[in-house]
């Protein structure tokens, strides 16, 4: 393997930076391949008590297909923003999965960072945050972005506001309304699991 | 997603603007700023509350305040924007930390009152919160630390596992540490600890600002190392032991030195990842130079004692030369990734030169206006370009700290930059450096062990720890690339290489004496006083050979190591202090305890010994020597019991290149070497070119020393491996019942060696199938070596594994589990579990799983064992891909088909190519993926494939052998599935018998046979013998895997069908609902089987006419079929006839139309226009329209009239389509097929008179009433 898809990845991920579509989709094609691969080999061979980390993965991730040299920050960004994307499908579908064969009996916890606990704990699963997230995308992109990359990517707040090209105050705002939207949606819509 | 309860849309600007506005006013004003902003927009007012609610959930969500706060005339804590007691927010302040955002505050002060405690005042803080001094009350009045942890942390969490360990903590009793005495929660949320009152600086200011000497220190520090010690005996691990957590006070005049903090690591950062590890690094440790490799990993977060121990490694360190390994400043600007990189693989520099490096740089950057140069070599000092040596610049090298210079550290030390190097240098550089390894299994094992090396540095006695080998080093290098060892198959076949090299015990004892003898010639050749030290080596020589051979297992067959190893420990001090100045007599001497501690299994122990012995004879006999290639020899061997596959090779290649120009291709010594390098390469699984090397190796021992020599026997042993690794039983079997006979008449019938003998000679019977023969050989085997050996020796546990593995093979589960957990337990203690013989015992281990049908738990183990070899072997050694073939045959047995066609047919090629087209693992997983293909019905890929498995197994192994039998079943299960039955019922019955001699009658191989003949019988409607054999497989699987097991759930459903077929439905249906729920349990709703079963149990249900149960079934069933397959297949069409024909059953028409609709759309693409089916299912739906119009005749007679019209000539053109198939319909159910299409026209004229009584329908009524009485009745029901 040697150097070749990390040069290839961070080639990638310098195109993608500079605005070309196909190489975004290129990039979250790799960044997907990847984590999906990670993701299983966790849960392959993970009891199912264990926990998967999602953004423990987006960083391993990150160390497999990135050459560590000469990584700028839009580059890093690039990837991040990718990841993100990808990390919120891969575990919704594997929630969706899970749900659907409940009687299995193997269920694998998916807990992900302190920070979608929150959430996971009153809403159940996932794919309900997810159906949320996707709710506040349409009346408010940035700020579903933003929880998008905190979640799913673990990308600190003073990097995810540069990435968004916000100050730091503005994205702390939006994380804090991003996250009582949430919290109410997600009452709202699973009543049951409501506190 | 809309939903009814969605709020009315309002400007979402405006709302975000208030919003921000509410959060920024007191949770007083609030309400009357709400009401004030939108007191006449109720939409706005009804989301901002909404929204306003939403964040105090988010806030309030994780924690609740026990009590009342201290001070009541306080309004509650604001929870504003940075809340901090919210989990989310710990990240949000961690960012906040980054960026240089004030942290949140604390709230406790001195005077405030938590729980029984009263605090005091501050006596310290750092990141993780804030100390105070408190008094506590009750029971008893004392002054305690109380630590309260700052950060926002789930606190629920961390006291729920401070009181998991809190019977551990209160076990602990030590005078150096600190006891942890209780954990609680503020009233404002937050986690606190209280201790014992420590008052003392951390370590390293302690010893610095006392200016303690190096030995100070060092006693200092072993006492921290039995603090350490003391509570890894009690199960607990510090986790975060740096300098702040170790504080030293003066009593008596005397430091003392006291661990704080036991416990509170593990409860404050369980969970060490990713972004709370970094988040934690800056809040809880404040410096990551102290973390392990191991901690510093992203995942698997097994931290254990050796973590501590690689933290005592820093805290010696910095003791030692002032500064960490690695600079924790540099650690934390290097970024997250560059920080886990540089704990995981730089190498720090060793004390000394780190040391030294401060001095020169230093020097080097003295103040400018000085010259940028230094100005003579003398300031460069000899240690400084010696450094040049090293291959890697590293950041620790490269980056000497600010501030501190080496001469302020050597006065620090009361020393001298050039003596504190000096000191440094050797030993202690070792001491640390051993606590500091990558790879915690070369880490001391124990913190009472790296007490103990520093006792002995005290005392001027020898250490423990060792500089690494150049071979060392070498592997050390190769591992980050591939191969570091390898070698797998049966385990014993590693050890019996350790006949290879003259044993310590016969001919060492000459060798010795042949030394000191040659030692004594120099001697007397050149000065007088030689000659007294010669007959004095001579001596010592003697003695130690006479201690050890008291002791030799192998000789006095005692079972206690113990002795011996004091007596070896005792060997070695003396070599260390008698033998200097007599390097040849050191070098055999060392030689022979080497190879001691090997036969005793201690293989770390005899790697130094070895090590040092070849390093001391290269150097003083020269690399020619032959004593040299002796002692190289006793490495090879020992590497080979380690399975140290790459060391072993280049040692061999070393030996082989040197003996042969030094004494002759033709020299014992060098033919020895080839096979030893003939064994590397086939334990590299590189079978062609090992080859030649040990059969030349053979044949030229035979002629000199002759066959009955031990190395003889051991290349005839190798080479016997070899054959049987090939799969050349035939070749092997001869040579090894020739070097089995001979070891038991030149070693003894006891001897190790003979008794490895006799395992590999039973596991070759193993590969041949012959049990009978096989396990009273390994079990006798395994008795003597528990008895000569002792239990943990590594010969006794593989010899375990073996054995179980014969057991678990022929059905015997009960008694290969417990042998397998105890091999595994011991392999791992004594290896650890990454060692090639603990993942063959992982392999073992899944193979039995998967015998008893345990596939789900055996697919993890495979992944697992998988995994380790690629990454050890690489993805083509035999070893890999035997186990890449096993992990496919369990994703068929998960009928997983579509994974395990893929890696078998991306496996074939490689095997093919490595092993050979015959070899038989190819065979066996040819015939396998021929199976898989049968059972996908792709039989013109089965049969040939499997007719060529068949015919090349029955040529290997005839036809009394597993995988010959495994073949000639899957056939007959490929003929059976294409309705020859008659072919694959005389291969049944050929095989049957074969198994039940072979395995007995109670072996799932046998049961599968007997099953799957049953079946044929009934094909063939031979159903006696087909329920006399269906009754005997389930009795029989049930007594061998229990009840429930998926097998026994399939001989269930079996005997269930069997019933139905003879229509004794009563029977059948309890016994088909157990097999159903079990299996659905046992594999999942999704399994192949567990839907067959579903589809059983239906159209039993449908036999007895128990339409409702079969509904909801049917459901499920077309809900899978629906999930799993392609618009549009064929078994959608059935399930969704056979859920519209139950549904007419139970009078819901109306929702059986639509699905019979589609049904019949498929069935038209699928099927050809004359089957039956179609015309079933064209009659069904008309039947669905009629019903419909029953139901509404009544009320609605028009709708009715239409719904008739439309019925009508789809009940007529279904009933003369199956009058039409007649043929074709299944006997069984003919006549009742026919019998309910006319019923169903019946019924539609019936309801079309109602509808419209003169239109004449009365007269068709009664001419279908006629043709009804006409027809044969139906087969009765029971």
């Known amino acids: ?195 | 997603m809309p939903d009814q309860n969605e709020p009315k849309p309002v400007d979402w600007q405006r709302l975000e603007e208030l919003f921000h506005a509410a959060l920024d006013r007191t949770e007083h004003e609030r309400a009357n700023f709400v009401e004030s902003a939108c007191g006449n927009d109720p939409p706005m007012r009804a989301a901002l509350l909404e929204l306003l609610a939403g964040h105090a959930r988010v806030n309030s969500r994780f924690i609740n305040p026990v009590a009342s706060p201290t001070h009541p005339d306080q309004p509650p804590e604001p929870r504003c924007a940075s809340g901090e007691t919210d989990l989310v927010n710990a990240a949000a302040a961690a960012a906040a930390l980054v960026t240089g955002t004030t942290p949140p505050t604390l709230t406790e002060r001195p005077g405030t009152v938590i729980g029984r405690y009263k605090l005091l005042q501050e006596v310290g803080h750092g990141g993780f919160g804030t100390v105070f001094m408190a008094e506590q009350r009750e029971p008893v009045v004392r002054k305690v630390a109380l630590k309260v942890i700052k950060l926002g942390m789930d606190t629920r969490q961390v006291i729920a596992r401070f009181e998991a360990e809190r019977q551990a903590l209160a076990m602990m009793d030590h005078p150096n540490i600190a006891r942890v005495l209780d954990a609680g929660a503020t009233d404002s949320g937050r986690p606190y600890f209280v201790m014992e009152l420590v008052r003392g600086d951390p370590l390293t200011r302690f010893c610095d600002e006392n200016c303690l000497s190096l030995r100070q220190r060092l006693e200092l520090f072993s006492a921290v190392c039995h603090a350490v010690q003391h509570a890894h005996t009690k199960g607990l691990i510090h986790r975060d032991l740096k300098p702040s957590n170790v504080l030293v006070t003066m009593h008596d005049d005397k430091p003392v030195a006291k661990v704080i903090d036991f416990g509170i690591a593990k409860a404050t950062h369980d969970r060490l990842t990713d972004k709370t590890l970094f988040t934690e690094l800056r809040q809880f440790i404040g410096t990551p130079a102290y973390m392990s490799p191991e901690q510093a990993q992203l995942s698997g977060l097994d931290i254990d004692t050796r973590s501590d121990i690689y933290a005592l490694g820093v805290l010696l360190y910095e003791l030692l030369t002032g500064t960490t390994p690695f600079d924790s400043h540099k650690l934390l600007s290097a970024g997250y990734d560059e920080m886990r990189r540089i704990i995981r693989e730089d190498e720090p520099p060793k004390p000394s030169t780190r040391i030294s490096a401060l001095s020169s740089a230093t020097f080097s950057r003295d103040p400018p206006r000085r010259g940028a140069l230094p100005s003579s070599g003398e300031q460069r000092g000899p240690q400084f370009t010696r450094r040049g040596g090293a291959s890697r610049l590293n950041l620790a090298d490269a980056t000497p700290l600010v501030g501190s210079s080496s001469l302020d550290i050597a006065h620090q030390r009361h020393t001298d930059p050039g003596a504190l190097c000096r000191s440094l240098r050797g030993d202690l550089d070792w001491i640390v450096m051993k606590c500091l390894e990558k790879d915690r299994t070369r880490r001391y094992p124990a913190a009472s062990e790296l007490a103990a090396d520093i006792q002995r540095y005290l005392r001027d006695e020898p250490i423990v720890a060792r500089p690494p080998s150049a071979l060392y080093q070498l592997r050390k290098l190769t591992a980050r690339h591939k191969a570091l060892v390898a070698g797998m198959m049966t385990v014993l076949l590693v050890l019996i290489a350790g006949i290879m090299t003259t044993s310590w015990q016969a001919v060492t004892a000459r060798r010795q004496r042949q030394i000191a003898e040659r030692q004594r010639q120099i001697a007397e050749q050149q000065r007088d006083r030689a000659n007294t030290e010669a007959v004095k080596a001579e001596e010592v020589a003697r003695f130690l050979q006479d201690m050890l051979a008291s002791v030799d297992p192998e000789v006095a067959g005692t079972r206690d190591t113990t002795l011996m190893r004091e007596i070896l420990e005792k060997a070695v001090k003396r070599v260390a202090t008698e033998l200097t100045g007599q390097p040849a007599v050191e070098g055999a001497v060392l030689t022979t305890i080497g190879n001691t501690y090997r036969s005793i299994g201690r293989y770390n122990d005899a790697e130094p010994h070895l090590v040092q012995a070849l390093e001391i004879r290269g150097r003083v006999l020269g690399a020619d020597h032959p004593d040299t290639i002796d002692s190289m020899l006793a490495l090879a061997t020992l590497y080979h019991a380690q399975c140290r596959l790459a060391d072993l090779e280049a040692l061999a290649e070393t030996m082989v290149e040197v003996s042969s120009r030094v004494l002759g291709e033709q020299h014992v010594q060098t033919r020895c070497a080839m096979a030893s390098l003939g064994e590397a390469y086939r334990f590299e699984g590189r079978y062609r070119e090992a080859e030649p090397l040990l059969l030349g190796a053979l044949q030229a021992l035979r002629r000199d020393p002759g066959p009955a020599d031990r190395r003889t026997l051991a290349a005839m042993v190798n080479l016997a491996l070899l054959y049987q690794n090939q799969g050349r039983y035939p070749e092997a079997e001869p040579l090894f019942l020739e070097a089995l006979e001979g070891m038991r008449r030149a070693l003894g019938p006891d001897d190790p060696h003979t008794l490895i003998g006799m395992v590999n000679l039973g596991m070759l019977y193993r590969d041949q199938s012959r049990y009978a023969e096989a396990q009273p050989l390994v079990a006798e085997a395994l008795e003597l070596q528990a008895r000569v050996l002792g239990e943990t020796h590594s010969h006794t546990l593989a010899t375990m594994a073996d054995l179980a593995q014969l057991h678990a093979e022929r059905g015997e589960f009960e008694a290969a589990e417990p042998l397998y957990r105890r091999a595994l337990e011991g392999q791992r203690r004594q290896m650890g579990d990454q060692h090639p013989l603990a993942i063959s015992v992982l392999i073992g281990i899944a193979n039995s799983l998967r015998l008893s049908a345990r596939y789900r738990e055996a697919e993890p183990l495979y992944r697992e064992a998988l995994e380790a070899q690629r990454r050890m072997l690489g993805d083509e050694h035999p070893n890999t891909l035997s186990t890449t073939f096993d992990l496919a045959g369990v994703l068929a047995d998960l009928t997983r088909y579509d994974e395990a066609v893929a890696l078998y047919e991306q496996t074939l090629d490689p095997a093919r190519r490595v092993l050979g087209d015959e070899h038989p693992h190819v065979l066996r997983h040819m015939s396998r993926l021929a199976d898989i293909y049968a059972q996908r019905g792709d039989y013109a890929r089965a049969e040939p494939l499997q007719v060529k498995a068949l015919e090349l197994l029955r040529r290997s192994f005839g036809e009394e052998h597993v995988d010959t039998l495994a073949s000639l079943n899957a056939l007959a299960l490929m003929y059976s599935g294409q309705q020859r039955y008659h072919e694959a019922e005389s291969l049944l019955a050929k095989a049957l018998p074969l198994y039940r001699r072979l395995l007995g009658d109670g072996h799932r191989f046998t049961l599968n046979c007997m099953s799957n003949l049953a079946m044929v019988y009934q094909y063939l409607e031979r159903l006696d013998e087909a329920e006399a054999l269906t009754t005997e497989a389930l009795a029989a699987t049930r007594r061998a895997l229990g009840e429930d097991n998926p097998e026994t759930y399939t001989s269930m459903n079996n005997l269930a069908m069997l019933y139905t077929r003879r229509g004794r439905f009563g029977e059948a249906e309890p016994l088909m609902l157990a097999a159903y729920e079990g299996q659905r349990r046992a594999l999942g709703d999704k399994n192949g089987d567990t839907i067959q079963f579903l589809t059983n149990l239906a159209l039993l249900y449908f036999d007895l006419s128990k339409y409702s149960d079969a509904e909801p079934l049917l459901r499920r069933l077309l809900a899978a079929r629906r999930s799993a397959l392609p618009q549009g297949h064929p078994s959608i069409a059935a399930a969704l006839g056979q859920l519209g024909y139950a549904l007419l059953k139970t009078g819901d028409d109306a929702e059986a139309e639509p699905l019979l609709r589609e049904c019949l759309a498929i069935r038209e693409q699928v099927l050809p226009p004359d089957h039956w089916l179609l015309a079933q299912t064209t009659s069904l739906l008309g039947g669905a329209l009629a019903g419909q119009a029953a139901n509404v005749v009544n009320t609605d007679p028009a709708a009715a009239a239409a719904k008739l019209a439309e019925a009508e000539p789809l009940l007529i053109e279904g009933y003369s389509g199956l009058l039409r198939g007649a043929e074709q319909i299944p006997a069984r159910a003919r006549a009742q097929r026919t019998r309910e299409a006319v019923q169903r026209l019946l019924e539609l004229y019936d309801t079309w008179v109602s509808a419209a009584p003169n239109d004449g329908y009365g007269g068709k009524a009664l001419e279908w009433r006629a043709k009804l009485a006409a027809l044969p009745p139906a087969e009765s029901q029971p």
């Open chain 1, 1 to 195: 393997m040697g150097n070749e898809p990390q040069t290839h990845v961070t080639q990638l991920m310098g195109l993608a930076a500079s605005g070309s579509k196909s190489a975004v989709d290129q990039l979250l094609d790799v960044v997907y391949d990847e984590l999906r691969r990670l993701a299983q080999g966790y849960l392959d061979r993970e009891r199912p008590e264990h926990t998967l980390q999602a953004t423990a993965l987006v960083h391993e991730a990150y160390l497999k297909l990135v050459s560590q040299q000469s990584v700028g920050f839009r580059d890093r960004a690039a990837f991040f923003g990718a990841a993100a994307t990808v990390m919120r499908r891969i575990l919704v579908d594997h929630a969706r999965a899970k749900r659907r064969e409940k009687r299995g009996g193997d269920a694998v916890r998916i807990v992900l960072d302190e920070a979608l606990a929150v959430f996971q704990e009153g809403a159940d699963d996932l794919s309900s945050l997810d159906e949320a997230l996707t709710a506040l995308a349409a009346l408010d992109q940035r700020k579903a972005r933003l929880v998008e990359l905190r979640f799913f990517a673990g990308v600190s707040m003073a990097e995810t506001a540069q990435m968004l090209g916000i100050s730091l105050r503005s994205a702390e705002r939006d994380w804090t309304l991003a996250r009582a939207w949430l919290r109410s949606h997600l009452d709202r819509t699973s009543p049951a699991s409501q506190s």
